[in-house]
């Protein structure tokens, strides 16, 4: 093809297709984030793929695939399955439930919507909570034959706890009760009065059958006695910007960036509010100042940047900021505490323990948490609130939290982002739980570390020793005590100064309060570690001889001290062994069953990964395995 009959061609072309305007009213169109969920069941990948359909927004291969699919994999006989165009998981296909989060991006010609399918099965639920924390509206979807049950109550209120304020409640497969009229509204009445206990909310209900299309996209000829919109419309039409907006400025810092000398400046997204050329900035939790100097945008350097732009900002002064610090600008700070109270949703199998530490990560920053009381679990059924000592998988519990360290945050109600965490298991790295932040715990300004003239060095010098912590652990019957109280004996003859801590004599009075709950155990060693720290303070050898059967308390106790200071200590015995010695007779009720929560028959031991000590009590006498200590430990 020679230039001039290109020429022709490409304005044919542009004629066809007129770019520009298709772009300016891609720009009008307001975007719209809608999660779906429910229980499982309920048809919420079917509402999806038939949203898409009737919306006339698949592609041809993709309906030929959902017919060879639908062959397949489909539950409605020679009929397309819709739900299929949403359940991509293979394992999804197979079970017929959605297991992940699926995202779609479909548009009409008002809106252009992002729908977040969650799976309804209650193991899922970290899921769901994944989906609606970046969401504006969800729809609750409901079996029209089951009614209100308690996911459809569990997903509301979650949804509106992670700051969702318009609801669609989808009363679904009307189909299956023969379009009753009086079936949607016993419905409608019930959900009612339990949105009515949640708080100020909009909420917009609608009868609809997925399968069929009636009142998703088009009125439905079954249901004269409805009046109201269909689903697409309050989808279309929903008003979700004033709840949208934030104008407060906030940048967590994710990285400091420095590819010479001459240029340094600091990354991230800007979550919230906007930031000019100029403007002054503060770092949190530092409280240090300056001014914006340049603002680097992909597109080059620009003099304002808005939310959701990914900037490099320069400032005018050379201050300390690192990653996880949050910009903000003077006269809108966010908090900065150690300690804050907040909703917490527990989203694993392994029940929560106070006191026990977790990691916490913010959006950029990542601490040490222990949850330090449990004030109450929420029914999610009445909503009432009833005392607890810890929560299971998928309850929702209100607590108090306290950090490593002060960080800077919002309140949730502020700033989604910024107000939002989870919760990280320090040994296995699983996510177990996540939370919103209600207001900051600040503690008493005119208490503070008072540092002594006499300290631990000073103690230590004095006694002619290096204080430290030898902790013992090991299942009953290792050996510890024993070898623990001969260590003592040997110290002491040689003028050692040291004090011996007892699992079963703390008992008898400062843990007279505690059983054997994993619970009890969390906080028996949390008490025990820091007398031991005070001990070690006062320029002790201390030997502290725990059970101690959880690693995450084990290394709580180790954390309290310096490097050189804490010395584990691990007595590795047989449980056959162990079992065989039995000096108190534990073992013998534990397999009776009369005393339950027995560490190594119904409560786990967890191995030390790297103890610096390891004793074989069953191939050494006790006397050879003080001799390892001493040699170890380098005691004259």
Not at 382 to 399: E, M, P, R, V
Not at 415 to 440: E, H, M, P, W
Not at 458 to 486: E, Y
Not at 543 to 551: D, H, K
Request: positive net charge; charged residues 25%.
């Amino acid at each position: 093809m020679d230039t001039s009959k290109m020429a022709l061609y490409r304005k044919h072309v542009e004629k066809i297709i007129d770019y520009s305007s298709f772009l300016k009213s891609q720009a009008r169109k307001q975007q719209l984030r809608f999660l779906t969920c429910g229980s499982v069941d309920d048809g919420k990948s079917t509402l999806l793929g038939r949203l898409l359909f009737d919306s006339k927004k698949i592609f041809e291969d993709s309906f030929a695939s959902l017919q060879v699919d639908s062959k397949k994999y489909g539950t409605h006989k020679e009929k397309p399955d819709l739900a299929l165009l949403v359940d991509g998981l293979q394992a999804e296909r197979e079970q017929g439930i959605t297991i992940d989060v699926a995202y779609l991006y479909f548009e009409t010609e008002q809106r252009k919507f992002i729908a977040c399918d969650a799976p309804g099965h209650e193991q899922y639920t970290r899921n769901m909570v994944t989906g609606a924390s970046h969401c504006d509206l969800a729809i609750i979807l409901c079996d029209a034959r089951k009614g209100i049950i308690t996911q459809s109550k569990r997903h509301t209120f979650i949804a509106t706890l992670l700051g969702i304020k318009n609801i669609i409640l989808a009363v679904n497969k009307m189909d299956l009760v023969y379009y009753k009229k009086e079936i949607f509204q016993d419905i409608l009445s019930d959900y009612k009065k339990f949105t009515d206990k949640i708080g100020k909310l909009e909420i917009n209900s609608v009868p609809i059958s997925a399968l069929h299309g009636d009142n998703v996209c088009f009125s439905s000829t079954k249901m004269n006695w409805y009046k109201g919109p269909s689903l697409s419309y309050l989808l279309e039409n929903a008003d979700v910007s004033k709840h949208k907006k934030n104008k407060i400025f906030r940048m967590p810092v994710q990285c400091i960036n420095r590819p010479n000398s001459s240029f340094r400046g600091y990354s991230g997204s800007i979550i919230s509010g906007k930031i000019s050329v100029g403007d002054k900035i503060t770092v949190s939790p530092s409280l240090k100042s300056s001014k914006v100097k340049r603002i680097l945008h992909p597109s080059g350097y620009v003099k304002k940047a808005f939310s959701g732009s990914a900037v490099t900002l320069l400032i005018e002064d050379d201050i300390d900021i690192s990653r996880g610090d949050i910009l903000a600008k003077p006269n809108s700070l966010p908090e900065i505490a150690d300690q804050f109270s907040a909703w917490l949703i527990w989203l694993h199998e392994e029940q929560m323990l106070p006191e026990r530490p977790y990691f916490i990560r913010f959006s950029n920053l990542e601490a040490t948490a222990q949850i330090t009381e449990l004030s109450y679990q929420l029914d999610i059924n009445s909503l009432d609130h009833h005392a607890c000592k810890t929560l299971k998988l998928n309850q929702i519990g209100y607590c108090k939290i306290a950090l490593d360290r002060s960080v800077a945050f919002d309140s949730y109600k502020t700033n989604r982002i910024t107000g939002s965490f989870v919760l990280i298991d320090k040994r296995t790295y699983a996510t177990v739980g996540a939370g919103i932040i209600n207001f900051a715990l600040m503690r008493a300004k005119n208490i503070g570390w008072h540092q002594m003239q006499v300290n631990k060095t000073f103690r230590g010098k004095l006694k002619n020793q290096k204080p430290q912590l030898i902790w013992f652990t090991g299942m009953s019957g290792s050996g510890k005590s024993t070898v623990a109280d001969l260590l003592e004996q040997e110290l002491v003859q040689k003028g050692y100064h040291t004090y011996l801590l007892d699992g079963d004599n703390l008992r008898h009075g400062l843990n007279r309060d505690l059983g054997f709950t994993d619970k009890d155990r969390v906080e028996n060693i949390r008490r025990v570690s820091e007398v031991g720290k005070l001990m070690v303070d006062a320029g002790l050898i201390v030997l502290a001889c725990f059970i101690s059967p959880f690693r995450a308390e084990r290394d709580m106790a180790r954390n309290l001290f310096n490097k050189d200071e804490f010395v584990e200590v691990y007595v590795d015995t047989p449980l056959k062994i162990c079992e065989l010695r039995d000096p108190k007779g534990l073992y013998k009720k534990a397999r009776a069953g009369i005393l339950k929560n027995f560490t190594g028959i119904d409560s786990p031991y967890e191995v030390p990964e790297n103890p610096e000590i390891i004793l074989k009590s069953a191939e050494k006498s006790p006397e050879e395995l003080v001799k390892e200590i001493f040699n170890f430990l380098k005691f004259k």
